[in-house]
């Protein structure tokens, strides 16, 4: 029997800048995804209580994308990308919400291939290829914060990362800081929201200015005469900035500068590239007026899920307290 898990992330800042090259700070949190396997056979057969169905996947598997239910596509990318020289069968259980923005399906992804034979000491391989699997299965052309985070995370610290190079730093949690994940109520999905449109917009903005907006300036912006795509490249640009300055207050313990970075950071997501809601402005604007709070924003990609706040411990009633984890492990059971 071989046992593996894998956490989920909150993204403390720096959405929609990964898939520019930008940079992004997420955090493992202590709520993930295990699965327990017995292997053998030429079938991957999972179940999980969260769904109806099981997810049954041949290792010979051609496309994911036409495996049903729809949960199962994973899988299927998984065996795809891994292609194992054995199945198995096997459960599937997790703490993380779905469609919360905190990971799920990247979780999912790590610790089926973990537990089918992807190499565990080798983060950044894992993660490149759950990420595949997870563009193949869900036609969504994610960048690859979520599985780099939920493979290469350090406990008791944030990832600050590159997403050119490829590089990350492990930024320490201040001690005495809480970070809090609240639900809106609207859940986040991902393939059905306007993500691969946006990603679109920062790519053309790209273009038109001849170069990547992580080497962009501010001032590069008066070349872009659509007003759309002025305002997504400026949030990538100024987003880009604001995580640099909050891995260097958190490593300095200045709490309020972090915190009003991520209100900034917040404000950019619902002006300049419009991913926010009601329900989850409503949500920030009530956590930051919040005693103890230093700052709060939506977290993920948008179109719903959850926000995360900056806290003294105690300060919000509501919600998850998560705590720094580590990444994804592996070992027979």
Known sequence: ?????????????????????????????????????????????LRS?????????PIEIADPSTVSPPWARYVAGVVAAVRPAV??????????????????????????ALAIGAPADEPLALAQLCQGAEQRASGVPC???????????????????????????????PAGVEVVVVQS??????????YAERRASVEEAARRLGRPLRD???????AIDDAALRHRARHVIT????????????????LPSAGALMLASHASLRDDFEVSTPALDALVARLAATGGVWGARLTGAG??????????????????????????????S
């Open 239 to 254: 987003e880009n900035a604001r995580v640099r300055a909050f891995a260097a207050a958190l490593a300095a313990g200045d």
């Open 87 to 112: 199945g198995g069968r096997g459960a599937v259980m997790t703490t993380l919400p779905i469609g919360a923005g905190l990971s799920s399906s990247a979780a999912l992804e790590l610790a089926v």
């Open 216 to 222: 962009a300036s501010l001032a590069d912006l008066d």
């Open 1 to 45: 029997m071989i046992t593996a898990f894998a956490p989920g992330r909150v993204n403390l800042i720096g959405d929609h800048t990964d898939y520019s090259g930008g940079l992004v700070f997420p955090m493992a949190i202590d709520r993930g995804t295990t699965v327990v396997l017995d292997p053998g056979g030429t079938i991957l057969e």
């Open 185 to 194: 109520g609207e859940a986040r999905a991902l393939a059905t929201s306007a």
């Open 143 to 173: 960048g690859i914060m979520d599985q780099l985070a939920g493979a290469a995370s350090v406990a008791g610290c944030g990832l600050l990362l590159d997403c050119t190079t490829l590089h990350w730093d492990a930024v320490a949690i």
């Open 49 to 57: 209580d969260l769904f109806a169905d099981d997810a049954v996947v």
């Open 303 to 332: 179109f719903g899920g959850c926000a995360v706040a900056l806290a003294e411990p105690g300060a919000v009633g509501a919600g998850w307290v998560v705590r720094p984890s580590a990444g994804a492990w592996v070992k027979p």
